[in-house]
């Protein structure tokens, strides 16, 4: 990130990024409520743009090559805003033809998240873990290289946790960039390579 | 398979969920209306010809375009999750997510699309082929309020819980938890005072009739009303907990959610004074207690589905009593301060 600057509507800036590198391994992003940490991961995935600077992925501007920088990454919102009146089986299989995979890859994904069950139903029906779940499926479709996770074990239950840092401990061992946004430290310390703290929207020492 | 190939197909899946969503509501209005006419097949005649006969008027195709208009804003959440969001983060650019919002936009209107389709076939079959140049007008017209709500600059927003200041709070969260349903409680309400308005305008009746058929079904429409808005604060706001951890007592929050639920009904009320006056103010003095007893409804410890039934029959039992023994509305108003008693009651048992 260079040179960000990104504002909601009718407030100062929310975030003001001089100059910010995630490196291969585990970054814990970490700092208060309203800190900005989540408003960091939403432009570091692309998914707001901001109103200064340049957030690039891999090399590629997320916003001038979209499509090359985006398919180096996988976002789990805190707060999933899945599309309403899909079934998830069709928002993963949404996530597999734009990441170039398989169907197959759909079965997979579903069965390593636990959602066989619930592949029919819409977010709509779903409770905010299995919609965390969905958004942790979808992740693990094709598994691009940088992981950006905001608050990834919050509202999963046990066996879910336990399997979701597994497979962050695989993709930092595996050499991925994996940013994960937290307030819980202890699960993550034996992977952890780099801490950001935020406070006031603005990286701190 | 294309990238956006891919977001086309999820949001013609998506699309036509919202258009059977919109569709079912919008054939059962439509045949209520055309019903509630003396000659049905002319009432089509009728709106064929304004739309696409010799003497098409302006004012059909702005009903339209309204029309085509308030479909899409009404879709335009649903259809929008795939340009903003968490789809955002996937690899497809702007353009094709733009384009699969467009799409979907526009495929939504299908209901009102084809509809307004036939009423011009009917009329060319009548009048001429000529008519058949209005066709592509709706197309075209669904169309282009599809792509002006989806060039609006996207919202940029954080999320916040709602802020609690005094009744403003109350309405802020009523507001949020029923929102669109209470259209939905409408188009079901609408249902028994319609029964009613065809059985006083097919029927020579004398006046003690006519307020009796009009109470029944104002009142029937009334319970409706109430009982899926209840249904809907019990499924959206089920516990509150949250709610009931403020400085605010449970008389207040019940009184809140009465005064709101009662406001629901005016439509009923509005629609039973119209048939006739006297049963509009029967109906009007009997929404206080059906209203505490919907808030109290809506914290019964008992399943949604029941809870809401049982304050269904209630509601209809009332209205009976009310259709035929008018005075019934005094025991009905004096057991008003009673009904949120008990309402309040259940609200603090809902603590422990």
Same mark, same amino acid.
């Given at each position: 990130?260079?040179?960000?600057?990104?504002?909601?509507?009718?407030?100062?800036?929310? *975030?003001? =990024?001089?100059? !910010? &590198?995630?490196?291969?391994?585990?970054?814990?992003?970490?700092?208060?409520?309203? %800190? /900005?940490? +989540?408003?960091?991961?939403?432009?570091?995935?692309?998914?707001?743009?901001?109103?200064?600077?340049?957030?690039?992925?891999?090399?590629?501007?997320?916003?001038?090559?979209?499509?090359?920088?985006?398919?180096?990454?996988?976002?789990?919102?805190?707060?999933?805003?899945?599309?309403?009146?899909?079934?998830?089986?069709?928002?993963? *299989?949404? =996530?597999?033809? !734009? &990441?170039?995979?398989?169907?197959?890859?759909?079965?997979?994904?579903?069965?390593? %998240? /636990?959602? +066989?069950?619930?592949?029919?139903?819409?977010?709509?029906?779903?409770?905010?873990?299995?919609?965390?779940?969905?958004?942790?499926?979808?992740?693990?479709?094709?598994?691009?290289?940088?992981?950006?996770?905001?608050?990834?074990?919050?509202?999963?239950?046990?066996?879910?946790?336990?399997?979701?840092?597994?497979?962050?401990?695989?993709?930092?061992?595996?050499?991925?960039?994996?940013?994960?946004?937290?307030?819980?430290?202890?699960?993550?310390?034996?992977?952890?390579?780099?801490?950001?703290?935020?406070?006031?929207?603005?990286?701190?020492? | 398979?294309?990238?956006?190939?891919?977001?086309?197909?999820?949001?013609?899946?998506?699309?036509?969920?919202?258009?059977?969503?919109?569709?079912?509501?919008?054939?059962?209005?439509?045949?209520?209306?055309?019903?509630?006419?003396?000659?049905?097949?002319?009432?089509?005649?009728?709106?064929?010809?304004?739309?696409?006969?010799?003497?098409?008027?302006?004012?059909?195709?702005?009903?339209?375009?309204?029309?085509?208009?308030?479909?899409?804003?009404?879709?335009?959440?649903?259809?929008?999750?795939?340009?903003?969001?968490?789809?955002?983060?996937?690899?497809?650019?702007?353009?094709?997510?733009?384009?699969?919002?467009?799409?979907?936009?526009?495929?939504?209107?299908?209901?009102?699309?084809?509809?307004?389709?036939?009423?011009?076939?009917?009329?060319?079959?009548?009048?001429?082929?000529?008519?058949?140049?209005?066709?592509?007008?709706?197309?075209?017209?669904?169309?282009?309020?599809?792509?002006?709500?989806?060039?609006?600059?996207?919202?940029?927003?954080?999320?916040?819980?709602?802020?609690?200041?005094?009744?403003?709070?109350?309405?802020?969260?009523?507001?949020?938890?029923?929102?669109?349903?209470?259209?939905?409680?409408?188009?079901?309400?609408?249902?028994?005072?319609?029964?009613?308005?065809?059985?006083?305008?097919?029927?020579?009746?004398?006046?003690?009739?006519?307020?009796?058929?009009?109470?029944?079904?104002?009142?029937?429409?009334?319970?409706?009303?109430?009982?899926?808005?209840?249904?809907?604060?019990?499924?959206?706001?089920?516990?509150?907990?949250?709610?009931?951890?403020?400085?605010?007592?449970?008389?207040?929050?019940?009184?809140?959610?009465?005064?709101?639920?009662?406001?629901?009904?005016?439509?009923?009320?509005?629609?039973?004074?119209?048939?006739?006056?006297?049963?509009?103010?029967?109906?009007?003095?009997?929404?206080?207690?059906?209203?505490?007893?919907?808030?109290?409804?809506?914290?019964?410890?008992?399943?949604?589905?029941?809870?809401?039934?049982?304050?269904?029959?209630?509601?209809?039992?009332?209205?009976?009593?009310?259709?035929?023994?008018?005075?019934?509305?005094?025991?009905?108003?004096?057991?008003?301060?009673?009904?949120?008693?008990?309402?309040?009651?259940?609200?603090?048992?809902?603590?422990?």
């Amino acid at each position: 990130m260079t040179g960000v600057r990104f504002s909601y509507r009718s407030r100062r800036f929310a *975030l003001e =990024v001089e100059s !910010l &590198r995630f490196d291969p391994g585990l970054t814990l992003l970490l700092g208060d409520n309203g %800190a /900005g940490k +989540s408003t960091l991961l939403r432009l570091a995935a692309g998914v707001e743009r901001p109103d200064a600077g340049s957030v690039t992925i891999g090399g590629f501007d997320l916003w001038t090559a979209e499509i090359e920088a985006r398919a180096l990454l996988a976002y789990v919102p805190d707060e999933p805003d899945l599309v309403p009146y899909a079934s998830v089986r069709e928002i993963l *299989l949404l =996530v597999a033809r !734009l &990441r170039g995979q398989a169907a197959s890859a759909v079965d997979s994904a579903l069965d390593a %998240a /636990g959602l +066989s069950a619930i592949e029919r139903r819409s977010p709509r029906e779903l409770s905010l873990g299995q919609q965390r779940r969905v958004a942790l499926a979808a992740a693990r479709i094709a598994t691009p290289p940088v992981l950006l996770l905001d608050d990834p074990l919050e509202a999963l239950d046990d066996g879910t946790r336990t399997r979701t840092l597994s497979w962050i401990g695989d993709a930092v061992e595996s050499g991925g960039t994996v940013v994960v946004s937290t307030h819980e430290l202890p699960p993550f310390s034996r992977w952890e390579t780099a801490r950001v703290r935020l406070a006031g929207g603005r990286p701190v020492a | 398979m294309r990238r956006g190939e891919a977001l086309l197909r999820l949001q013609a899946a998506t699309a036509v969920r919202v258009a059977l969503r919109l569709l079912i509501p919008a054939v059962a209005l439509a045949v209520l209306a055309i019903g509630l006419q003396e000659d049905p097949a002319r009432a089509i005649e009728r709106v064929a010809s304004a739309l696409a006969g010799p003497e098409a008027t302006v004012t059909a195709w702005i009903v339209v375009a309204v029309a085509a208009f308030a479909i899409a804003s009404w879709a335009d959440p649903a259809v929008a999750a795939v340009e903003h969001g968490w789809i955002a983060h996937l690899p497809a650019t702007r353009r094709q997510r733009r384009l699969a919002r467009w799409s979907g936009a526009w495929l939504v209107q299908a209901p009102l699309v084809l509809s307004v389709s036939l009423l011009v076939a009917i009329e060319a079959a009548s009048s001429g082929p000529a008519a058949l140049l209005w066709l592509p007008a709706c197309p075209a017209i669904a169309l282009a309020c599809a792509i002006a709500l989806g060039l609006r600059p996207h919202r940029r927003t954080v999320a916040s819980p709602p802020r609690p200041s005094g009744s403003g709070f109350a309405s802020l969260a009523f507001r949020r938890t029923v929102g669109e349903r209470i259209v939905d409680a409408w188009i079901a309400g609408a249902v028994p005072l319609a029964a009613a308005t065809l059985f006083l305008r097919n029927n020579t009746l004398d006046a003690p009739a006519i307020r009796l058929g009009a109470t029944l079904g104002g009142g029937l429409s009334a319970a409706t009303i109430l009982a899926l808005s209840g249904l809907a604060l019990r499924r959206r706001r089920p516990q509150w907990a949250w709610a009931r951890s403020l400085p605010v007592g449970s008389r207040r929050r019940v009184r809140e959610d009465a005064v709101h639920l009662g406001l629901s009904t005016l439509p009923a009320v509005i629609g039973t004074a119209l048939l006739d006056p006297a049963s509009g103010v029967l109906v009007l003095a009997v929404i206080p207690w059906l209203a505490l007893r919907t808030a109290t409804a809506v914290r019964a410890a008992v399943p949604d589905e029941t809870a809401m039934t049982v304050l269904f029959g209630e509601g209809a039992a009332v209205s009976a009593l009310l259709a035929l023994m008018p005075w019934s509305v005094l025991p009905a108003l004096a057991g008003a301060p009673f009904a949120l008693r008990v309402a309040a009651r259940r609200d603090r048992e809902l603590k422990r």
